[in-house]
């Protein structure tokens, strides 16, 4: 066993060796390997390598990184002919959201074990102290060295004011000179006036660093003192953040922990900068503490569960060029995925392989594809794993998937008495804990064991491409053909980037004529200019697996026979009947036939997904692996909205803000509507007898919001001009975006003090979407982002703090009220209050709002202030306004 801990003799050394620096191989596909020298940065922040072209790019960050593995087991590795290289002098780094690698060999074992523990104890720093947790480090030492660092330009450990006045714009600061130069003078103490030591530099952050916000917030509850006295915060816990059973003890235990004055720690108050570490801290961030878990009813049938779904799960990148590999299905697994694709045709030797079909994309065999599954399926995650497996080979090999799947899974196929063909309901995701599910077409049962023929037509993206126009084997070099797709896919992928920051539902194939579009196999190859490469006309029938009795059993099939085939050229609507469907079948569908079917078939898909489970697959259309809008789906009801996890964008993250309700489970229980009964998702009021909403978010300031990662100019750069938008993605009613106002020259503690009001019909299904935006004379520049769930949202004062960003957040306040009747006057009452200055509005006639049961008559804005006139009620809505009922 290897000590990890950072006292021991081994840590040290391992980080000593690593930043000393390290030659090693770097292998890649193709090549011979690359001899280069390898070192953990001063900072223990990221490995970095040279000679490089890439210079201060050439490094990888701790924080990107996802595993180590010793020996020969990645792709890269597995090319290679066996007895290259001594196993032991082997590793692979694995990093990124796309989980790619860095294969290194050692000249000898111990050099390559000591990476491997170094790197192991650099990651289990970070995955055992909470990612929010580091954040609460702003007034600790760690961001003032880092700062200093960046500032002491002649690295004669001392900083003056030039060197402060740099540091400052680059941190996206803009105060006065004169105040600049006022704290500098305060926190220049020593006999050697004119520039700052680390401690000087440490009191000179602080004074910078103070939040007026919190400041202002902790006088609010102590009497106008500097400090927190233990009832005091007890009142601010139960009165704000809507904390229950606040006791004593408990609050003792926050001054234990927060407080950075051991003096007050004696006294037992909780001074500005111990309440800013405890804001700051994971204990009030926007995110429900209890959602990292499991935490809803498991126990119901799979059809009432959104499933965290994946498409081509093997590939790494786009559907034409891209590599295929194993260590994709190891990554979605464990990042909560439970519905994985394995496209399956003939390979050489008898060995069926997965690939994309008729594409350049590379092979892997069917074989390491299900090792890899098995081995990584239950890791982190007891619940049921799906294999959506799109058959194209011939029975001899699909025979032979078949024996892999029987002798690798092994008792994981094994459901008993779960699910058969004449169960009404299907199995909960409890009582399949640790299964794996088939989905597949098969041959009839009434066909013997040892039949050797059989039609089965392809459900995926390969049915949207005609045969007659399917890339095949020709007389035009491979090479050729890879250069010129590539030149337009990168066009292409550019194209798609920049869609996704603008426009939330851009459809990355813009460039293709609509006309075009409706001939997917000849617009590409116009689009392309490959029109020598598709092949005449041929049709080859495509064979279905027999499984045998014993495999039967955990296989879904995806054809129900009760409905149409949706992979059928006709864009009619199918006939969506549930009356004699077996629960097992699945529905299959691409996201255009899908989409049809959502605009003319709503209520009747939504009430078939009651019963059965429906998948949704991406167009061919994206050959970028660009995503589609998943809330479409949901909307109905949809379990199965397979996304390329490969592809990092706004739908994956609103795809990752659905599944971590329920723990990153991959299930997410549907609303109690969803499961029973019939609405139409596209009224403007769907469940007329159901309460709505309301959320009112009072965005208050920001925190250390860095300049846009795409900035032409870098650091150098102005400074920016942040606003907030709030977005609610849900049913069509809800959908809306809010913005605050902009707050010039300012990125690192800008206030906007600016409250939102959002109306929400279902908010089970909403997700609430916070995006960071630099204002700009002819546009704006995305800075970053954080998408939440609305049953996630935790009330009160709160820091949402932004993806990938590490110490960037928005401090905002959270409050949610039930409404009853007819939605309208109050959030147009709150909007034209907020355009116009006006403090007092009164509701016309029509379209009267009811709150909580009263009907509301004046609303004024005037905090603290209320209106009598002869009303039976006066009350405040917290943290906007004050309003007035009557009966």
Request: charged share 25%.
């Amino acid at each position: 066993t290897v000590c990890l801990n950072p006292s021991g003799s081994l840590s040290f050394r391992c980080m000593s060796v690593m930043q000393s620096g390290t030659q090693m191989v770097k292998l890649k596909a193709g090549s011979k390997g690359l001899v280069r020298l390898f070192y953990l940065d001063e900072h223990r922040s990221c490995i970095r390598w040279r000679p490089s072209r890439k210079s201060e790019k050439a490094k990888i960050t701790i924080d990107s990184l996802y595993k180590v593995t010793e020996g020969l087991q990645s792709d890269i590795f597995h090319r290679h002919a066996d007895g290259s290289f001594d196993p032991g002098c082997c590793f692979t780094v694995y990093h990124g959201n796309h989980m790619e690698s860095l294969d290194l060999v050692t000249s000898n074992p111990e050099e390559a074990r000591t990476w491997v523990t170094g790197l192991s104890y650099l990651m289990a720093g970070i995955s055992d102290e909470d990612s929010l947790a580091k954040r609460q480090r702003t007034h600790d030492q760690y961001p003032c060295k880092t700062k200093k660092h960046e500032a002491d330009k002649n690295g004669d450990g001392l900083l003056n004011i030039d060197e402060i006045y740099q540091l400052l714009h680059k941190m996206n600061v803009n105060l006065p000179r004169r105040k600049v130069k006022q704290m500098f003078q305060e926190a220049d103490s020593d006999d050697q006036q004119g520039t700052l030591t680390f401690e000087e530099f440490s009191v000179f952050y602080k004074m910078m660093s103070l939040r007026r916000d919190l400041y202002l917030l902790l006088m609010s509850y102590s009497d106008k003192k500097d400090h927190l006295m233990v009832d005091e915060l007890a009142h601010f816990l139960c009165n704000e953040q809507k904390m229950v059973n606040v006791t004593t003890e408990y609050c003792l235990d926050v001054i234990d922990k927060f407080e950075m004055s051991e003096e007050n720690k004696q006294k037992g108050i909780l001074g500005i900068e111990g309440f800013t570490s405890f804001m700051r801290s994971p204990m009030c961030d926007v995110f429900n503490p209890e959602h990292h878990d499991v935490n809803q009813d498991m126990d119901q049938p799979l059809c009432n569960y959104y499933i965290a779904s994946s498409h081509n799960t093997y590939l790494t990148g786009d559907q034409l060029l891209s590599h295929s590999k194993t260590d994709m299905y190891a990554w979605v697994l464990q990042a909560g995925c439970r519905c994985v694709e394995v496209d399956c045709w003939d390979g050489p030797d008898g060995e069926p392989m997965v690939q994309h079909g008729y594409t350049l994309t590379s092979k892997i065999t069917f074989k390491s594809v299900i090792e890899t599954i098995d081995k990584y399926a239950f890791i982190n995650n007891p619940y049921p794993v799906i294999l959506s497996i799109e058959n194209h080979c011939s029975i001899q090999q699909q025979k032979k998937i078949a024996k892999h799947l029987r002798e690798i899974l092994g008792d994981k196929l094994d459901l008993g008495d779960a699910l058969h063909r004449d169960s009404k309901e299907l199995p909960s995701p409890q009582c399949l804990q640790g299964k794996i599910l088939i989905k597949g077409k098969r041959l009839p049962l009434y066909l013997a064991a040892d039949v050797e023929e059989g039609e089965v037509s392809d459900d995926d993206s390969a049915d949207e491409i005609e045969d007659d126009f399917k890339l095949k084997n020709s007389s035009v070099s491979s090479s050729w053909v890879e250069s010129h797709i590539r030149k337009k896919l990168d066009s292409l992928l550019k194209e798609s980037q920049i869609g996704d920051k603008e426009d939330g539902d851009s459809f990355s194939i813009r460039a293709l004529p609509i006309w075009k579009r409706n001939f997917y196999p000849l617009a590409i190859a116009h689009f392309f200019n490959l029109s020598p490469l598709f092949s005449p006309p041929h049709r080859s029938l495509s064979l279905s697996l027999p499984l045998d009795p014993s495999l039967r059993p955990p296989s879904l099939p995806c054809r129900s026979p009760d409905l149409p085939c949706p992979a059928s050229s006709s864009l009619t609507p199918p006939s969506l009947s549930v009356r004699s469907g077996n629960p097992g079948n699945v529905l299959s569908f691409s996201e255009t036939r899908a989409q049809h079917l959502v605009n003319h078939r709503a209520e009747r898909f939504l009430v078939f997904n009651q019963r059965q489970l429906s998948r949704i697959y991406p167009s061919a259309y994206r050959i970028d692996s660009s995503n589609f809008n998943p809330q479409l789906y949901w909307n109905v009801g949809c379990q199965l909205v397979a996304l390329n996890y490969q592809t990092e964008g706004r739908m994956m993250q609103l795809n990752r803000a659905k599944f971590m309700v329920n723990g990153g489970s991959g299930y997410v229980l549907k609303p109690p509507p969803m499961c029973k009964g019939s609405f139409n998702p596209f009224s403007d009021d769907p469940l007329p007898a159901c309460s709505k909403k309301q959320l009112v978010l009072k965005i208050i300031s920001g925190q250390q919001l860095p300049k846009p990662p795409d900035s032409m100019l870098g650091d150098r750069g102005e400074i920016i001009d942040p606003f907030v938008e709030v977005e609610i993605i849900g049913l069509p009613v809800d959908c809306c975006k809010e913005q605050t106002r902009v707050v010039d020259d300012n990125g690192f503690n800008p206030v906007w003090e600016e409250t939102l009001s959002f109306t929400l019909h279902m908010a089970e299904l909403a997700l609430v979407r916070f995006l960071v935006w630099d204002h700009d004379p002819i546009g704006r520049d995305f800075v970053g982002q954080r998408t939440i769930a609305f049953s996630s949202l935790m009330p009160g004062y709160r820091h949402v703090y932004l993806e990938g960003l590490t110490e960037a957040s928005i401090f905002i306040h959270v409050s949610v009220h039930d409404i009853y009747g007819k939605v309208g006057s109050l959030k147009d009452c709150l909007y034209y209050s907020r355009a116009y200055g006006i403090t007092n509005c009164t509701t016309s006639g029509k379209n009267v709002e009811y709150v909580q049961g009263f009907e509301v008559r004046e609303l004024q804005l005037a905090f603290g202030c209320y209106w009598g006139g002869n009303s039976a009620i006066s009350g405040r809505v917290p943290g906007i306004s004050v309003v007035t009922f009557v009966r």
